[in-house]
């Protein structure tokens, strides 16, 4: 934890509290509606209505409620909803107050439970933007591998949409850090549909392991208010024999991975800090913009540093490794707060908002939910299979190994080499379960020569 | 206000606000060091390194650009921030200020003015597949396409350190007498690092990352680093390999083993001094690690020249206007090398676990039969002679190999004739 007991005491006790105001003090968690604030709305609809123009071209409409030197609180309102939202004034680049005429909207909700989910996104609406949102949910190198995500994402870029959104729910397999290859795998699937042009936005909820590492290669990642990205584990524990290998295979790690991170624009020193439980990373922010350091905040660095992890030995090692700084998983807070995260939004009325697309979209969610469950459904099954044949195999295997017994075994083998053909991505990537079986068929037939020349 | 005032005034803030949002995409302006200027949209940011996203024509780009090579920044159009006082520099900056590099295109076949770039990929395992041998035929095939420039893609984890002083010689002997050789990296780890070191020119992919140069072997109880006179071979190697590529071998030696490395950065010329301690303005590896760079840090420590995330941007960055891509045959012998090699490897542990079962059954005919097979794919994957599959335990599969299990298929074959009679 932190370096000072007291400071990890007030940490301890504050820190729920402080992550809860930032989150809703930070910066826009898109406004959700609100029955309150639809009388607030409807009371103020006749006055002129303020506008905070973006830096990034954005323009938002609404009613300017609090203002400070670093932030500006403000009603907004889209349609017919309103809801708070906090901006930081190092991403304003104009405040106009009583500038916009309210337009009556037909749209406003008769009544504060009105859902505005109630248009029913199912049907094509001319001149309505398309979200196509795809889940991913599972392990990546296991449920989410190449061919799936390939066919999902074929078909979302076929859709044409305004934006595809990957909803991300997913760990790895294998857990841990060594994740971070099958990520690295399935990176070209994502960057080529940004590359071709499509507008890729990740959402999530788990980013766990080597999962944490995929939607880095994206620049839009947004999360939800109880996401996370993460828990890779401590590379430092890495053995595979003398120390100075061990340090050669942290270090290739480290730069494969923050390879993904510059891919997408994010700070590389976060991947050290996500993946060694010694390094220091604390940061502060000047005009808005995160600054780091990657030791232990000096008298001569200044002021204003949050030490996001520290070295986590003695006094800073984490009571539970989960939950401490001893390495780096962000949350949505953190996350928003050192541009990571966009916005932080729990629906995908809200995240098409924070998309400026507003509340008139389509929801396309294409082939991909069925693309993706069942592949799912079906490795999982093939899985399962798998065990069930290698069962059969032991026990035909301490038979009496007749012909007929022998040639039943070739057919279990045969089995099995069929599954890992199907899922070779997950069972069988370089072909050496299959070359196996190969072998031990040969082995069977060896032995079926073998009796009936004994035989004759 | 008048209610015919409030009107105008909300018409003006609208049309005002419809035109920021329209030039909001080019409010930024980046002006590099040689002499270009990105007018578009910086759209991240971080402490080395910003991407800046810009129309060519009616094409988006996106790209990412290094503070060292900014001159300054203008955001928003009217507030100019010099790059950070503390940025360095690189140390090699553009060879040609270019007037326009975001100009680099793919030029028709016809055009006369075209470059001529080939891309030979050189991938996976150092030794079995990233081959000094199948480099050198692919090069052999670029003699009738002419190309100006030869582009090394490597993709590699590195393996056999014993290829890299030939893969050195090739890319020194055979490559550079006759063509402008660019390394592009998208991953040149351990021997990989170590062959790419021979380059002059290297450019780095954004994943990118290059060194882990470590030598190990494996043995029962794990991984074990050379160490001894196998190991100063090795940094006498990579002197020589450094001074091919002009480069500090200083550098190189931090990616083999744990060295205290920093940099000084000439803010005027961009030159980089390199120290093995830790009194540099830089520090850049220490004893307790081993180096691996990615594109960012390797850009702005003069190890790469620049980051290109297409062949386009790569040509640009190579100061070329117009391009055209030959080679297609020599890449295509790397990619059908590499899916045979695979194969062959794989092949080769069945075919001679094969023939063991087969001799246990006392079938030497058969086993023979597979020896053979395991010939023919050794024939049309030749590195397997050198190499043999080091990640199935089989040996160099080369004639003393065959030799010596002919002879032993022989000496049963005798017993069992003898037994026979």
Same mark, same amino acid.
């Given at each position: 934890m932190r370096s000072s007991p007291t400071a990890r005491l007030n940490h301890r006790i504050w820190a729920p509290i402080l992550a809860l105001a930032a989150a809703i003090l930070a910066y826009s968690p898109a406004p959700r509606p609100a029955p309150a604030f639809f009388a607030t709305a409807a009371a103020v609809a006749d006055e002129p209505l303020d506008r905070i123009i973006l830096k990034n071209g954005q323009v938002i409409e609404g009613r300017v409620l609090s203002e400070t030197d670093t932030q500006v609180e403000m009603l907004v309102m889209v349609g017919g909803i309103s809801a708070p939202a906090t901006y930081s004034k190092s991403n304003i680049l104009s405040i106009e107050r009583g500038v916009v005429q309210p337009v009556a909207d037909s749209r406003r909700p008769s009544s504060p439970s009105a859902s505005p989910r109630a248009t029913d996104r199912s049907e094509s609406r001319p001149g309505a933007a398309r979200l196509y949102v795809m889940r991913l949910n599972g392990n990546i190198g296991f449920e989410i591998s190449k061919t799936p995500l390939r066919q999902a994402f074929d078909d979302a870029m076929a859709s044409n949409p305004d934006a595809i959104v990957v909803r991300l729910d997913a760990g790895s397999f294998p857990e841990g850090f060594d994740g971070m290859w099958g990520a690295e795998a399935l990176a070209p699937i994502v960057t080529d549909a940004i590359n071709a042009g499509h507008r890729v936005v990740f959402w999530i909820k788990r980013a766990e392991a080597g999962a944490a590492f995929l939607p880095l290669v994206c620049p839009e990642i947004y999360f939800t208010s109880d996401g996370r990205l993460g828990g890779v584990g401590d590379l430092a524990d890495f053995n595979v024999g003398e120390d100075v290998v061990n340090l050669k295979q942290i270090s290739l790690r480290i730069g494969h991975a923050e390879g993904l991170a510059i891919t997408g624009g994010y700070e590389p020193k976060l991947i050290r800090a996500m993946s060694l439980k010694p390094e220091w990373l604390a940061v502060r922010f000047r005009g808005g913009a995160p600054e780091y350091i990657t030791w232990e905040p000096r008298p001569e660095d200044g002021d204003d540093w949050h030490i996001l992890t520290d070295n986590g030995e003695g006094k800073n090692k984490d009571e539970f490794s989960f939950e401490g700084n001893d390495v780096l998983t962000l949350n949505a807070d953190w996350a928003f707060r050192i541009g990571v995260a966009r916005g932080v939004v729990d629906t995908i009325d809200d995240l098409a908002f924070e998309l400026n697309i507003g509340r008139d979209y389509e929801d396309i969610s294409g082939r991909s939910v069925s693309i993706l469950n069942s592949w799912r459904d079906r490795v999982r099954r093939a899985r399962t299979q798998l065990q069930d044949l290698n069962e059969e195999l032991g026990q035909a295997g301490r038979g009496r190994g007749d012909a007929a017994a022998l040639g039943r075994q070739i057919n279990t083998l045969r089995q099995m080499r069929s599954l890992y053909t199907a899922f070779e991505e997950v069972f069988d990537a370089d072909g050496v379960q299959r070359s196996q079986i190969d072998i031990q068929i040969e082995d069977i037939r060896q032995r079926i020569r073998d009796a009936n020349r004994r035989r004759r | 206000?008048?209610? $015919?005032?409030?009107?105008?005034?909300?018409?003006?803030?609208?049309?005002?606000?419809?035109?920021?949002?329209?030039?909001?995409?080019?409010?930024?302006?980046?002006?590099? $060091?040689?002499?270009?200027?990105?007018?578009?949209?910086?759209?991240?940011?971080?402490?080395?390194?910003?991407?800046?996203?810009?129309?060519?024509?009616?094409?988006?780009?996106?790209? %990412?650009? %290094?503070?060292?090579?900014?001159?300054?920044?203008?955001?928003?159009?009217?507030?100019?921030?010099?790059?950070?006082?503390?940025?360095?520099?690189?140390?090699?900056?553009?060879?040609?200020?270019?007037?326009?590099? #975001?100009?680099?295109?793919?030029?028709?076949?016809?055009?006369?003015?075209?470059?001529?770039?080939?891309?030979?990929?050189?991938?996976?395992?150092?030794?079995?597949?990233?081959?000094?041998?199948?480099?050198?035929?692919?090069?052999?095939?670029?003699?009738?396409?002419?190309?100006?420039?030869?582009?090394?893609?490597?993709?590699?984890?590195?393996?056999?350190?014993?290829?890299?002083?030939?893969?050195?010689?090739?890319?020194?002997?055979?490559?550079?007498?006759?063509?402008?050789?660019?390394?592009?990296?998208?991953?040149?780890?351990?021997?990989?690092?170590?062959?790419?070191?021979?380059?002059?020119?290297?450019?780095?992919?954004?994943?990118?990352?290059?060194?882990?140069?470590?030598?190990?072997?494996?043995?029962?109880?794990?991984?074990?680093?050379?160490?001894?006179?196998?190991?100063?071979?090795?940094?006498?190697?990579?002197?020589?390999?450094?001074?091919?590529?002009?480069?500090?071998?200083?550098?190189?030696?931090?990616?083999?083993?744990? #060295?205290?490395?920093?940099?000084?950065?000439?803010p005027a010329t961009g030159k980089v001094t390199?120290?093995?301690?830790?009194?540099?303005?830089?520090?850049?590896?220490?004893?307790?690690?081993?180096?691996?760079?990615?594109?960012?840090?390797?850009?702005?420590?003069?190890?790469?020249?620049?980051?290109?995330?297409?062949?386009?941007?790569?040509?640009?960055?190579?100061?070329?206007?117009?391009?055209?891509?030959?080679?297609?045959?020599?890449?295509?012998?790397?990619?059908?090398?590499?899916?045979?090699? $695979?194969?062959?490897?794989?092949?080769?542990?069945?075919?001679?676990?094969?023939?063991?079962?087969?001799?246990?059954?006392?079938?030497?005919?058969?086993?023979?039969?597979?020896?053979?097979?395991v010939k023919g794919w050794v024939r049309r994957a030749s590195s397997l002679e050198e190499y043999g599959a080091p990640d199935f335990g089989v040996p160099p599969l080369n004639d003393e190999f065959f030799r010596e299990v002919e002879k032993q298929l022989e000496q049963i074959a005798e017993q069992q004739r003898t037994r026979r009679r």
């Open positions: - | 206000m008048t209610m $015919k005032n409030r009107f105008f005034t909300a018409i003006l803030a609208v049309l005002a606000s419809l035109l920021l949002a329209a030039s909001s995409f080019a409010d930024d302006r980046v002006h590099l $060091k040689d002499g270009r200027v990105l007018e578009g949209t910086i759209s991240r940011e971080g402490d080395t390194f910003l991407y800046i996203t810009y129309f060519m024509g009616t094409v988006e780009r996106t790209e %990412l650009v %290094l503070k060292a090579n900014i001159a300054r920044i203008e955001r928003d159009a009217d507030n100019s921030t010099p790059a950070p006082a503390d940025t360095p520099v690189p140390a090699r900056p553009a060879a040609e200020p270019a007037a326009d590099r #975001t100009s680099a295109r793919p030029a028709s076949p016809a055009s006369p003015d075209a470059r001529r770039i080939a891309f030979i990929s050189l991938e996976e395992m150092v030794g079995p597949f990233m081959n000094a041998g199948a480099l050198r035929r692919s090069i052999d095939l670029l003699e009738s396409d002419d190309p100006d420039i030869v582009v090394l893609v490597i993709n590699s984890g590195g393996g056999a350190a014993d290829e890299v002083q030939k893969l050195s010689d090739a890319i020194q002997n055979h490559i550079k007498p006759k063509y402008r050789v660019v390394a592009w990296i998208k991953s040149a780890i351990s021997a990989a690092a170590m062959t790419a070191w021979t380059c002059e020119e290297i450019y780095m992919m954004p994943e990118g990352n290059i060194g882990a140069a470590t030598a190990f072997f494996s043995q029962g109880a794990g991984a074990v680093a050379v160490k001894g006179e196998e190991l100063e071979q090795y940094f006498r190697m990579m002197q020589r390999i450094s001074a091919r590529g002009n480069r500090d071998p200083l550098v190189m030696r931090a990616m083999q083993v744990p #060295t205290n490395l920093s940099a000084d950065i000439d390199w120290r093995n301690d830790l009194d540099g303005q830089h520090i850049v590896s220490t004893a307790n690690q081993i180096l691996t760079l990615n594109s960012i840090d390797s850009v702005r420590f003069g190890v790469a020249r620049a980051v290109a995330a297409s062949k386009d941007e790569l040509a640009r960055h190579l100061n070329v206007d117009e391009w055209i891509e030959v080679g297609h045959d020599a890449e295509k012998l790397q990619v059908t090398f590499r899916e045979d090699v $695979k194969t062959a490897q794989l092949r080769a542990v069945e075919l001679l676990q094969k023939m063991n079962i087969a001799l246990r059954g006392g079938d030497v005919a058969r086993a023979r039969s597979f020896l053979g097979q």
